[in-house]
């Protein structure tokens, strides 16, 4: 058994009646005790910095950040309330377009007011009030939010200190159930690494067997030269853990990677965890009512874990898709996909041959174009790009200091960087079945922006006109993933050693690539770009449900599951970023993975806090939501026909992929476990 960790308690301490109530005020519930810890982290640590060391760090501050951190500092609405405020709420535009001397002004008025802080030893005064933190959120989306779009954000940010998903309901359930109730988690990726930290706090055993050597998932896997994360790394982290450490605004592989292993060993993970193990299958046993999921360990000999439920956490972009072109095997110098990309081989002063251009392809060819002889880029689908000038930057120094002392200043920082791509309507997505533009816009909204976007582009390509017919998509901006840069993506291709093909691959032969006109591109190395089976969830693993239901036969290529989690025929079975959670309209994963670790908790403890054995989705809730999902889905700019390659589409051209619901309202949906959607025994 697995005792609960001893900071938590439910004690609910003052700030917590904020969230409270702007929960309440959206009419969602509250639990009636909340996880507490001693010292609320985001009040920041204490600090004596001198007058000047403050001004410095001053220049490096996000301002809006900074004025909400002085309602805190003070206690003073006026800082929000006045003529210096943000003028925009946009995406990856920190300062929200304040102009030069209103800034200037703002950090003049607050060097005072944080040493006077500093000199009073760093005492705050009493918290803001629930009407100030909604005024607060207000004040930087620069427009009213919602009550129930508050009630949210109020959850994510946990202004009161406590982990608002953390469990603390374990000792509800008996302690002989509770010992009975082995989960085996698939997968300790993000998603997988949330699941065990829930599951430990609820005192449940667990397991999480995961295929490589270590946590991280997609970070682990993709080690390529450039690969980096492009949701701002201060969104694009677990909420209930600060956030101040991150080096970058978009973090690199490498300390995204040192990131998710920090977090298993805070959190007493790691020794719950099964490396370099691959679960092969996964079968209910109806007698029982229990799972036993069949796993091969680093040594290649196989076990059966026994478990009361599965939680799959995959991934959805997890498998590699090599292509099948004729003469790959023929090549004789080194090849690989990009999640396998090896370090072994020197690519330095090589001709290298890049064959597949979208978000991975995007970030491996501009950090390797100047050590490579030749860079041969071979894109099949030109790629719609969003500008984003902090794609590469360093968080300087000033704004880290920021984020360590200020209080509440990282906390303001990330509903900052959330707020403007948190998905809150899926309206520009949906395609105007009135408006009719030849395939290359979806409605009038969708053109404007593509005008937006495409000039852009141009204006960086100055006259190289055969350049732009090149990299000019012929299909409606944002149909696939956009993708974000600061310039470096055309600047690169505009180099003289480095090439865009965009005619079709032919075939590859021992010293290259040959495209369909004929034309032969010599290549010491190739790397495959080309992406992941999203469609083909859970491959290879072979599920086997109630009544020795397959789970591949079930789902052939039309994946579903209700809420993207729990699956007909399938007991006690749940997935993260299962079938139609990817998003393509904001947020983040891994907001998106602490919203259905929530709900698969609630679950749990709904099956172990009543003597019945296993919960499955009622086939007519399924359905439901399946047919409403594919209603939605249709409507939207990703299904739109003129998308020819896409993985977010099957081999029909139909999506099973993304989410096409607001963020808030698959919150909502993840956020209150309805039992009467499941049948019980
Ligand atoms: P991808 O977006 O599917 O791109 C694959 C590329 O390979 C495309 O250019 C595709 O062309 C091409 N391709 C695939 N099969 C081909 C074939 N048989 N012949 C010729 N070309 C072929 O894959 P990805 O770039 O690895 O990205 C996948 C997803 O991973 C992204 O959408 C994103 O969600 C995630 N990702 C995120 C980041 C980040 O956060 N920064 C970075 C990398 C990846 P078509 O476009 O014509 O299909």
Request: hydrophobic share 40%; glycine share 8%.
């Amino acid at each position: 058994m697995i005792a609960a960790p001893d900071r938590l308690t439910w004690e609910p301490q003052p700030e917590w009646t904020v969230r409270a109530e702007l929960a309440g005020r959206a009419g969602i519930r509250e639990p009636d005790r909340i996880a507490v810890t001693e010292r609320n982290p985001h009040t920041g640590q204490p600090f004596t910095d001198h007058d000047d060391a403050i001004a410095a760090a001053l220049e490096d501050m996000t301002i809006p950040a900074l004025l909400c951190s002085l309602v805190h500092i003070t206690g003073d609405m006026s800082w929000i309330r006045g003529e210096l405020r943000p003028q925009t709420s946009a995406l990856n535009d920190y300062q929200g377009s304040m102009s030069q001397d209103d800034m200037a002004e703002a950090r003049r008025r607050a060097l005072p007011a944080i040493a006077a802080y500093r000199d009073g030893g760093c005492v705050l005064p009493p918290p803001p009030s629930s009407e100030a933190v909604h005024e607060m959120m207000s004040f930087l989306a620069c427009a009213p939010v919602p009550d129930d779009v508050v009630a949210m954000f109020a959850e994510d940010l946990h202004l009161d200190g406590a982990d608002a998903g953390a469990i603390t309901w374990g000792d509800e359930i008996p302690a002989h159930v509770r010992d009975d109730a082995h989960v085996v988690v698939i997968g300790c990726g993000e998603s997988g690494l949330l699941a065990g930290i829930r599951l430990s706090q609820a005192g449940i055993p667990f397991t999480i067997v995961e295929k490589n050597a270590g946590p991280g998932g997609t970070w682990w896997d993709n080690r390529y030269p450039g690969a980096r994360v492009d949701i701002g790394s201060h969104f694009y982290c677990y909420s209930f853990e600060p956030a101040d450490h991150w080096t970058e605004y978009f973090s690199q592989h490498a300390e995204l990677r040192t990131y998710f292993e920090h977090v298993m060993r805070k959190y007493g993970v790691e020794e719950h965890c099964q490396f370099e193990t691959e679960v092969l299958s996964a079968a209910f046993d109806e007698a029982s009512g229990r799972w036993a999921v069949t796993v091969r360990g680093p040594d290649g000999t196989t076990e059966v874990l026994d478990a009361r439920a599965v939680i799959s956490a995959v991934g959805a972009l997890n498998q590699p898709k090599v292509p099948d072109i004729p003469g790959m095997e023929a090549f004789a110098g080194p090849s690989f996909h990009s999640a396998r990309w090896d370090p072994a081989v020197d690519y330095r002063g090589k001709r290298f041959a890049l064959i597949g251009a979208g978000a991975t392809g995007f970030q491996i060819a501009p950090t390797i174009a100047d050590d490579v002889e030749q860079l041969t880029v071979f894109q099949r689908t030109a790629q719609w790009v969003f500008p984003n000038a902090n794609y590469h930057r360093a968080v300087p120094d000033g704004e880290r200091w920021a984020m360590r002392h200020l209080p509440f200043y990282g906390r303001w920082f990330r509903f900052l960087t959330f707020y403007p791509g948190s998905g809150l309507t899926i309206e520009g997505s949906r395609i105007d079945p009135d408006y009719d533009d030849g395939g290359v816009a979806i409605s009038e909204q969708n053109r404007i922006r593509r005008e937006i976007l495409a000039k852009l582009m141009a204006d960086q390509l100055g006259d190289d006109e055969e350049l732009r017919a090149r990299v000019m998509p012929d299909y409606p901006a944002t149909a696939k993933r956009m993708l974000q840069d600061n310039g470096s993506w055309l600047a690169c291709l505009k180099k003289d050693n480095v090439e865009l093909v965009r005619t079709a691959i032919d075939r590859i032969v021992e010293d290259g690539v040959v495209t369909e006109d004929g034309t032969f591109y010599p290549a010491d190395v190739i790397c495959y770009a080309t992406g992941f089976r999203h469609n083909d969830y859970l491959w290879p693993m072979a599920i086997t449900g109630r009544d020795e239901t397959v789970l591949r036969d079930q789902w052939g290529d039309e994946p579903t599951a209700y809420l993207g989690i729990t699956i007909p025929n399938f007991p006690n079975f749940f997935c993260l970023y299962g079938p139609g959670t990817n998003l393509a309209h904001g947020g983040s994963l891994i907001f998106q993975s602490e919203c259905q670790v929530h709900y698969i908790m609630s679950a749990l403890h709904e099956l172990l806090t009543s003597d019945r054995r296993t919960l499955t989705p009622r086939a007519d809730v399924h359905d439901d939501y399946s047919q409403r999902y594919q209603d939605e889905i249709a409507q939207m700019v990703w299904a739109h026909k003129s998308v020819k390659h896409s993985h977010y589409k099957n081999p029909d051209g139909k999506v099973f992929t993304l989410s096409p619901w607001p963020i808030p309202t698959y919150w909502r949906w993840t956020r209150d476990f309805e039992p009467d959607d499941y049948e019980w025994d």
